[in-house]
């Protein structure tokens, strides 16, 4: 066996789980518009839509553990004298076990996280819509304004694409453009501050970061409604 034919299998897999990464987002959508329709949080439909992210997630983290667990094992083969190929096999199970078991628990999976929080989310905004019963119309240019303001991205200027909130300051900004300046700020070796005025967050790290597909899916609607008017 070749070292160098491992490679393309493990780009497979990395493939394999960005498909699953897109699919996990098409269920939360779909769920997200089952919500929309039955105002409610709890149906058959809903818990089998939560059951195939929990699989999803499964095969996602099996997938991750194996991965690192060959590229590991693979490395240190690298140092090490032709005989040790003959327990690659032996190591890389090894490994993948213990990966498996350091993280044992599914529903803490990133998506499986997000899928919850955004129902719940979902639910609360159409309930307190409900309650409100709002009988006066913004003034349309107000409208406008205030949707500039929720769903321009502080960096970009622009609306944003895939909104991530800050848990610390609760800012949102576009995902792609507050990674990569993340990433530009820790090469220089510097801080990225919350770029929205008057926010005293000086250090935003990627870890704070998460998904709203509820905001994502307004701005979706924004758009959609903007192109009809």
Known sequence: MSLSSIQP????LKTCQVDIGTGMDIVSDVALDLVEAQGTDDSPSLRKLEQMMLECATLDRE???FVESVEQMTARVRHEPPHAMFT???SVKDRFSELMAEDADIQRHSKVVAFRDSIRKSVSQGNQMAAANVEEELDEDIAVTQSQTNFTCPL???EMV???RNKKCQHYYDQEAALAMIKTKHNNKKKFRCPVVGCGNMDVKQSDLELDLVMKRMIQNHKRQSGKS
């Open 88 to 90: 690659l096999l032996d």
């Open 162 to 164: 895939n909104p991530v």
């Open 9 to 12: 299998t493990l780009s497979t």
């Open 63 to 65: 997938i991750n553990c």
């Open 156 to 158: 970009t200027q622009v």
